[in-house]
C-alpha cells in the first residue's frame, strides 16, 4: 500500500479515497483475523461441544465483514486508478 501510495498523484482526493480504502483493508484483515481466531479456539473436536449460537453468529459476522472490507478497499483502490488515469 504505501508503494501505491507513493506513486499517486498529489490530489486531496486521491488521499481521501485511499485513506478510506486502507481502512477498509485494515478492517478486512482484523475481521479476518477474528474469524480464524475463533475457529483456532472451537476447532470442532470429538471431546469439544460444537459451536454456540453466538459463537457461529459471531464467525459468520467477522466473515461477512471481512468480505465487505476487502471488496471495498479493493473497490475504492480500482475507482481512484480508474479515475486518474
Not at 453468529?57 to 466473515?63: E, F, G, Q, R
Request: charged share 15%.
Amino acid at each position: 500500500m504505501g508503494t501505491l501510495l507513493d506513486k499517486l498523484p498529489g490530489r486531496d482526493a486521491s488521499k481521501g479515497i485511499m485513506g478510506f480504502a486502507m481502512v477498509a483493508l485494515l478492517f478486512s484483515m482484523v475481521a479476518s483475523a477474528l474469524a480464524f481466531l475463533v475457529t483456532a479456539v472451537r476447532f470442532p473436536q470429538a471431546d469439544k461441544p460444537p459451536l454456540s449460537f453466538s459463537e457461529r453468529n459471531l464467525m459468520a459476522l467477522a466473515v461477512v465483514s471481512s468480505f465487505i472490507g476487502f471488496v471495498m478497499g479493493v473497490g475504492l483502490i480500482a475507482y481512484d486508478v480508474w479515475a486518474n488515469t
